[in-house]
């Protein structure tokens, strides 16, 4: 199983960005999604998730501006990230649990740098 993220790059205050993470090798229909991020000197945080039955969840510091989804039939999960802040720069990851295990798989990170 393989974890493709993509869609980081550089954006001014206020813009958007969509992260898409592919897996390949398995369905996603089997897994539990989310996006992790990681900035420069900190730990890696968990900025949401959703489950099979597409219940999200969403860290304080996004929930509003961040949307995750899925779409089953083409295996990518996405991340909407709408009125980036500077202090959204970081690496994204993408991380996958393979339902009822201990199984995870993490995608290898997209940089998201927020800069005027």
């Known amino acids: 199983v393989q974890l493709q993220a993509s869609g980081g790059g550089s954006v001014q205050p206020g813009g958007s960005l969509r992260l898409s993470c592919a897996i390949t090798g398995d369905i996603l229909g089997r897994y539990y999604m989310a996006w992790h991020r990681q900035a420069p000197g900190k730990q890696r945080e968990l900025v949401a998730d959703?489950?099979?039955?597409?219940?999200?969840n969403y860290a304080a510091s996004v929930k509003g501006r961040f949307s995750i989804s899925r779409d089953d039939a083409k295996n990518t999960v996405y991340l909407q990230m709408n009125s980036l802040k500077p202090e959204d720069t970081a690496v994204y990851y993408c991380?996958?649990?393979?339902?009822?295990?201990?199984?995870?798989?993490w995608g290898q990170g997209t940089k998201v740098t927020v800069s005027s």
């Open positions: 959703i489950t099979r039955g597409l219940n999200s």
């Open positions: 991380r996958a649990q393979r339902m009822g295990t201990a199984t995870v798989y």
